[in-house]
């Protein structure tokens, strides 16, 4: 253990368009969409901060200015709480904060794809093996997803990819992945193919969109032809990387939600809303009531 180098950096692709969440999105980044009393994307920068991640780099587009004042201080908002004394207000606020100087922010021009979002990172990331979060998937689960990634990391090295079982019809929406030997929480990977033809897949476990990467990537990514959806896939780069470096599988055994779509997004929003001890007992009740309305 220990002799892996550290995984310090950690990168948000938030450039999307959010077409699928229109109108909300016409304004609004979907990555600022609330879970019960936070944006996504807060959920996914807990998860990192939860892994000991350093260094937060988030690769935006035009219009998405938001996220960036969302991740600094909001002066007159923490001078007017201190006023009132809203203790615990200001607290709530204070975790949610990286620390100054630990967050970084580049634009992907254009949008061509995961691939060219992830590379567009790579002057930040530098020389070092970095974890990936895509916010549109946020997960439950009793230790982190990326947290178990970067503990599978300490033994194995090398590059990860968190995947989950889905049921064999759905593997074309999805980056697929090969089985090989167990290790650990995992098994090695042996092939990847991005929303594989039906059929075509395989596996059934599915890349759910947290990975740890080693730099030689974004070489890679430089010069990645489109893939599926004639977008620069990240999935066929990690391929390539894959003939001369390990890939490990995470199987991750918590929940995923795929906030990315409405059924995803509201799900996650009762899940954790009925985690919370404050508003468990109400939105039991409320069900209770919808339901049998519904009957
Ligand atoms: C991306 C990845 C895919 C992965 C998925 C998880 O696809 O390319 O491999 O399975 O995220 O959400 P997208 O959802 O952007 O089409």
């Known amino acids: 253990m220990g002799q892996h180098k550290k995984v310090r950096k950690a990168v948000f692709p938030v450039a999307g368009l959010g077409t699928r969440f229109l109108p909300a999105t016409k304004a609004v980044p979907k990555e600022m969409l609330t879970v019960v009393d936070k944006p996504i994307i807060q959920y996914v920068v807990d998860e990192a901060m939860e892994a000991g991640i350093e260094h937060f780099v988030f690769v935006t587009g035009r219009s998405k200015h938001v996220i960036e004042d969302y991740f600094d201080i909001q002066f007159e908002l923490e001078h007017t709480l201190r006023e009132r004394n809203k203790k615990a207000e200001i607290t709530l606020l204070s975790q949610q904060l990286p620390k100054a100087g630990t967050v970084s922010f580049t634009r992907q021009q254009e949008p061509l794809g995961l691939g060219h979002a992830v590379w567009c990172a790579r002057e930040i990331v530098g020389d070092e093996p970095f974890a990936l979060l895509l916010p549109d998937m946020i997960m439950r689960g009793e230790k982190g997803c990326m947290k178990g990634m970067i503990d599978l ?44 033809a039906k059929g075509t897949a395989p596996s059934n476990f599915f890349i759910n969109g947290r990975y740890i990467l080693q730099p030689e990537i974004f070489a890679i990514l430089e010069n990645q032809e489109r893939g599926a959806g004639n977008e620069i896939q990240l999935t066929d780069g990690m391929l390539k990387l894959l003939r001369d470096q390990d890939f490990a599988g995470y199987h991750f055994r918590g929940t995923t939600y795929d906030c990315g779509a409405k059924d995803g997004f509201i799900l996650a929003n009762v899940a954790f809303a009925l985690a919370r001890a404050d508003i468990r007992p109400s939105i039991e009740e409320g069900f209770k009531a919808l339901l049998a309305g519904l009957k």
Do not use: W
């Not at 990819?161 to 090695?188: L, M, N, T, W």
């Not at 990977?189 to 991005?194: A, D, F, L, N, P």
């Open 153 to 196: 990391y300490a033994h194995s090295g090398g590059n990860i990819v968190a995947v989950e079982e889905c049921e064999p019809e759905q593997a074309h929406k999805y980056g697929i992945v090969g089985v090989g030997d167990a290790i650990g929480e995992g098994f090695r990977i042996t092939s990847m193919v991005e929303k594989p």
